[in-house]
C-alpha cells in the first residue's frame, strides 16, 4: 500500500530535550515536505526536500534541522525543542506531478 | 493579511444537504487550488485538484475557480455524515507546489453532517 508513515504519532516530552520525528514514503518520490499545523494558522511548510542531499527551509524553519540520506525517508529534528513546537507535524511527498501525499501526523507537546 | 482565507466554520448541517465551502485568497500568481478533505487524528487527503479558472465535477463534489474575483468553492450535494471532517483549501503558483513543494492553505473549516 502507497503511503506515508511518521513515528511517533504521539509524543509528550521537556524544554530542551531533543527529539526525532521519523517520516518515511514507500513511493519513491524525489520531493518531500514537512508542515506544522497550529490553530488559526493552518499548515505551514517548515522545510523541504527535492530529493536526496537537497534540502532547504520553508516559511518557519527556526529551531528545526531536517537530513535527506535516503530518498524515502526525511526525519525532523528539534535539537533543543520550546514550547512553541508544541503543535500537530505532517510529513508528505509527491512525485514531480500535482499531487502531494500527507502522512497520518505527530501530535507533540513540549512541556 | 494572509495570503488565504477560509471561514473556520464550524458549519452543521442536515444529511442530505448541499454544502458551499469556500475561499479567497490574495495572490495572483496562483494557478492550482486544492480541496483537502482531513478526518479527526488523520492526515490530510486530496479531494480535489483544479487548474486555473472553471468547474470540476467528481461524482457528490464540485471544484469552482474565479480567478477574477480570487475565490475558490467547494460543493458537496447529498452530504452524507461521512462527509463530516475538516475541509482545507490549498493553492500554489506551480503545480503540485513546484520546486519548493509548498502548499499555500487555509486554516480549514469543520464541516459536521447531522444524520
Known amino acids: 500500500e502507497a503511503q506515508v508513515t511518521q513515528n511517533p504519532r504521539y509524543l509528550i516530552t521537556v524544554t530542551g530535550k531533543k527529539l526525532t520525528v521519523t517520516c518515511s514514503q514507500n513511493?519513491?518520490?524525489?520531493?518531500m515536505s514537512w508542515y506544522r499545523q497550529d490553530p488559526g494558522l493552518g499548515l505551514r511548510q517548515i522545510y523541504y526536500s527535492m530529493n536526496v542531499e537537497v534540502t532547504d527551509k520553508g516559511d518557519v524553519p527556526e529551531g528545526y534541522k531536517v537530513s535527506r540520506k535516503e530518498k524515502r525517508n526525511f526525519p525532523l529534528i528539534l535539537e533543543s525543542p520550546s514550547p512553541n513546537q508544541t503543535s500537530l507535524y505532517f510529513c508528505?511527498?509527491?512525485?514531480?506531478?500535482?499531487?502531494?501525499?500527507f502522512g497520518p501526523g505527530t501530535r507533540l507537546t513540549v512541556l | 493579511q494572509k495570503e488565504v482565507e477560509q471561514d473556520p466554520g464550524p458549519l452543521s448541517v442536515p444529511e442530505g444537504a448541499i454544502v458551499s465551502l469556500n475561499c479567497t485568497y490574495s495572490n495572483s500568481a496562483f494557478q492550482y487550488f486544492m480541496w483537502y478533505r482531513q478526518y479527526s487524528r488523520k492526515g490530510p487527503e486530496l479531494l480535489m485538484y483544479t487548474y486555473s479558472s472553471g468547474n470540476k465535477e467528481d461524482g457528490r463534489f464540485t471544484a469552482q475557480v474565479d480567478k477574477s474575483s480570487k475565490y475558490i468553492s467547494l460543493f458537496i450535494r447529498d452530504s452524507q455524515p461521512s462527509d463530516s471532517a475538516t475541509y482545507l483549501c490549498a493553492m500554489s503558483a506551480w503545480p503540485g507546489g513546484g520546486a519548493t513543494n509548498k502548499l499555500i492553505f487555509g486554516t480549514g473549516t469543520l464541516l459536521a453532517v447531522q444524520p
Open positions: 513511493m519513491n518520490h524525489e520531493y
Open positions: 508528505a511527498s509527491r512525485t514531480g506531478g500535482d499531487t502531494q501525499y
